[in-house]
């Protein structure tokens, strides 16, 4: 079953993956095993979670699992923030990173809603 490459959360959780790696590169490299590393493992959680929840066997589970992935959409928000004021980020970064972050918040937000009902 992998019908959740279809979903439009995970490919936007995808391509915020590949941003997030692209856009820390250039953190300070003693941040490697500190922020850079926390940052890239919520981005990757987001898919991650979202792609197991549908492995799953009822939509309880699958909703649990989107709960698990906004909690990592909020906790990478907050990532992002911090690094943005440390100075690791340019604010044209931030603000790309931001929206794409918001928007999949937002998606996973309904997603759940709708499953729920």
């Not at 989107?66 to 990478?76: K, P, R, T, V």
């Not at 907050?78 to 999949?104: A, C, G, M, P, R």
Request: aromatic share 10%.
């Amino acid at each position: 079953m992998n019908y959740f490459k279809e979903l439009k959360v995970w490919q936007k959780a995808i391509e915020l993956v590949t941003n997030t790696y692209l856009r820390t590169q250039a953190f300070p490299k003693e941040e490697l095993y500190g922020l850079t590393s926390q940052i890239r493992r919520c981005a990757v959680s987001i898919p991650s979670n979202i792609a197991e929840g549908c492995g799953r066997k009822t939509e309880k589970d699958f909703s649990n699992f989107l709960g698990i992935a906004l909690g990592s959409a909020f906790e990478f928000e907050t990532q992002l923030i911090i690094s943005k004021n440390l100075s690791f980020i340019q604010q044209e970064d931030f603000s790309v990173l931001e929206s794409k972050i918001q928007h999949i918040q937002n998606m996973i937000i309904k997603l759940q809603k709708s499953i729920e009902k």
